[in-house]
C-alpha cells in the first residue's frame, strides 16, 4: 500500500489532476505486483456502467438548462418577496432559494453558478457587504447536494448499493436543518451590523410574483411527488427535469436552439470529468480491496471503538479531514468501499451512513486548499479565495454542528420517509 499512496500523493503534489493521480498510481501498482492488466479496462468500464449513474448527467444537464433559461432569477424573486422584509432578508432569500433549486439540480456548484451571480447581485444593492454576501452564498450551496434529488447520493448509492429512492428521502430533513441553522446565523450576524431591512412586499405583489415564478416553482414538486409516489425512478425524473426544463425555457423565451448546445456542451465537460473521476476512483477502490485494506482498516477501528454513536463521530472526523484535500466525487468512491465493512459490522443503517458521509464531505466544497464552490465564487465575483474563506468560517462551523446533531438525534433523518407511510 505504500506504493499505491506513494505514487497518488507524489502526483497530487505535482499539480496533476486527482482521477489522473488515481488512475496512474493504480495502473504501477498493477504493474509491479504483476496483476493481470485486462482487470484496468474491466473496472474502469464496471465503475460507470450503472443506469442510477445517468442521473448524474441530466441533473448537472437540468441544472444548466434552469440557469440559462432564466429559471433561477424567477426562484430567486419568489424567494426575496417571501423573506426579504426580516432583518438579514436577502441573505434568508439567498438561503430559501437554494432549497428550492436544489429539488431541480442536486448540485452545489450548479447552485453557486446558477444562483450565485444573482443572489450577490441582489446582497450588494441590498447594502450588504461583500464578503457577507459570498460566504452566505457559498454556504447556501452545500444545501443542493443534500434535499433531493442529489448527485453526491446518487454516487453514493452506486458504490454502496443502496437504494437512491431511500436515500433522497432521507436527505429531506437535514437538509432542511442546514438552511435553518444558515438562516439562524444570518439573522444574528446582520443584526450586529445593522444591515437594512426592505419593506415587507404586499400580497399583491407576493401574488403576481409568485405567478411568475409558478412553473419554475413546480418542477421541484413534480420531481418530488413523482418520486414519493412511485411514478418513475430517480434517474427518470432527472430527464423529466431537464425535458420540463428545456419547455420552460422556449415558454419564457430565454432558451434557443444555440443557448440549448451551449448547455449540452458544459454539461458534457463537467459529466466527462465526473465520470473518468468515478472510473479511476473504482479502479482504485479495487485495488484498496484487493489489497484487505477495508477489512484491515475495519478491524484496527473496530478494537478500539464498539458504539455506533462513536463510531459516526470517528468517520464524520475522518471524512471531514479528507474533504478538506479532496473533491467529494472521488472521496465517495474511495472511502465508501474502505468504511463500509467497519459500518455494516457495527449495524449502523446504511442510508444514514450516505447522509453522515455526503454531509461532512460537503464541508470540503467551502473550505481550502480544494474547495471548488470556493474557486467558482471567487471566479464570479473576483475576490480573493483567501477573503472568502475566513468570512464563510461561521458558516461551515454551524453545518458541522448541524451534522453533529443528526449523529446525535439520527431519527431525524427517517422522519420525512416515515411521513411517506402516511399517504
Known amino acids: 500500500m505504500i506504493l499505491l499512496f506513494g505514487v497518488f500523493f507524489l502526483f497530487i503534489i505535482l499539480g496533476s489532476p486527482i482521477s489522473i493521480s488515481m488512475f496512474i498510481s493504480s495502473v504501477i501498482y498493477m504493474l509491479v505486483y504483476d496483476l493481470p492488466l485486462e482487470l484496468i479496462a474491466q473496472r474502469l468500464a464496471a465503475g460507470v456502467d450503472s443506469f442510477p449513474l445517468l442521473a448524474v448527467s441530466f441533473f448537472v444537464l437540468a441544472g444548466n438548462i434552469m440557469n440559462l433559461?432564466?429559471?433561477?432569477?424567477?426562484?430567486?424573486?419568489?424567494?426575496?418577496?417571501?423573506?426579504?422584509?426580516?432583518?438579514?432578508?436577502?441573505?434568508?432569500?439567498?438561503?430559501?432559494?437554494?432549497?428550492?433549486?436544489?429539488?431541480?439540480?442536486?448540485?452545489?456548484i450548479a447552485d453557486t453558478g446558477g444562483l450565485g451571480a444573482i443572489e450577490l447581485e441582489a446582497m450588494k444593492k441590498g447594502g450588504y457587504d461583500e464578503d457577507f454576501s459570498l460566504a452566505v452564498t457559498g454556504a447556501s450551496s452545500l444545501?443542493?447536494?443534500?434535499?433531493?434529488?442529489?448527485?453526491?447520493?446518487?454516487?453514493?448509492?452506486?458504490?454502496?448499493?443502496?437504494?437512491?429512492?431511500?436515500?433522497?428521502?432521507a436527505g429531506v430533513i437535514p437538509g432542511l436543518m442546514l438552511a435553518i441553522s444558515m438562516m439562524i446565523l444570518n439573522y444574528f450576524i446582520s443584526k450586529k451590523k445593522n444591515y437594512p431591512i426592505r419593506r415587507k412586499a404586499t400580497a399583491k405583489e407576493t401574488l403576481y410574483c409568485f405567478k411568475w415564478a409558478f412553473f419554475a416553482l413546480l418542477?421541484?414538486?413534480?420531481?418530488?411527488?413523482?418520486?414519493?409516489?412511485?411514478?418513475?425512478?430517480?434517474?427518470?425524473?432527472?430527464?423529466?427535469?431537464?425535458?420540463?426544463?428545456?419547455?420552460?425555457?422556449?415558454?419564457?423565451?430565454?432558451?434557443?436552439?444555440?443557448?440549448?448546445?451551449e448547455s449540452v456542451k458544459s454539461t458534457?465537460?463537467?459529466?466527462?470529468?465526473?465520470?473518468?473521476?468515478?472510473?479511476?476512483?473504482?479502479l482504485f477502490s479495487w485495488i484498496l480491496t484487493y489489497s484487505e485494506i477495508p477489512q484491515t482498516v475495519a478491524?484496527?477501528?473496530?478494537?478500539?471503538?464498539d458504539n455506533p454513536l462513536m463510531a459516526l463521530v470517528v468517520i464524520s472526523i475522518i471524512l471531514l479531514f479528507i474533504g478538506f484535500f479532496m473533491d467529494i466525487t472521488p472521496a465517495i468512491v474511495i472511502m465508501t468501499p474502505v468504511l463500509l465493512p467497519f459500518v455494516k459490522e457495527l449495524g449502523i443503517d446504511l442510508v444514514l451512513f450516505g447522509i453522515i458521509m455526503v454531509l461532512n464531505l460537503l464541508v470540503g466544497l467551502v473550505t481550502p486548499p480544494v474547495g471548488m464552490v470556493l474557486f467558482v465564487l471567487s471566479g464570479v465575483s473576483g475576490v480573493a479565495i483567501e477573503k472568502i474563506s475566513k468570512a464563510i468560517i461561521p458558516y461551515v462551523l454551524v453545518s458541522i454542528s448541524t451534522i453533529f446533531i443528526i449523529i446525535l438525534y439520527t431519527y431525524l433523518v427517517s422522519i420525512y420517509p416515515n411521513l411517506q407511510f402516511f399517504y
Open 143 to 169: 444545501i443542493g447536494p443534500v434535499i433531493p434529488p442529489s448527485v453526491p447520493l446518487v454516487i453514493f448509492g452506486v458504490t454502496a448499493s443502496v437504494s437512491v429512492g431511500s436515500l433522497f428521502n
Open 268 to 282: 458534457l465537460n463537467v459529466v466527462v470529468g465526473v465520470l473518468f473521476i468515478i472510473a479511476s476512483a473504482t
Open 69 to 108: 433559461g432564466g429559471v433561477t432569477k424567477r426562484i430567486f424573486s419568489f424567494a426575496e418577496h417571501l423573506v426579504g422584509h426580516f432583518t438579514g432578508g436577502i441573505a434568508h432569500a439567498n438561503v430559501l432559494a437554494s432549497v428550492i433549486f436544489s429539488g431541480m439540480s442536486g448540485s452545489a
Open 299 to 305: 478491524s484496527y477501528l473496530l478494537t478500539y471503538i
Open 219 to 261: 418542477l421541484p414538486v413534480i420531481i418530488r411527488v413523482g418520486i414519493m409516489m412511485g411514478i418513475f425512478t430517480p434517474t427518470e425524473a432527472a430527464i423529466v427535469a431537464v425535458v420540463y426544463g428545456v419547455c420552460l425555457g422556449f415558454f419564457y423565451k430565454n432558451i434557443n436552439l444555440k443557448v440549448l448546445l
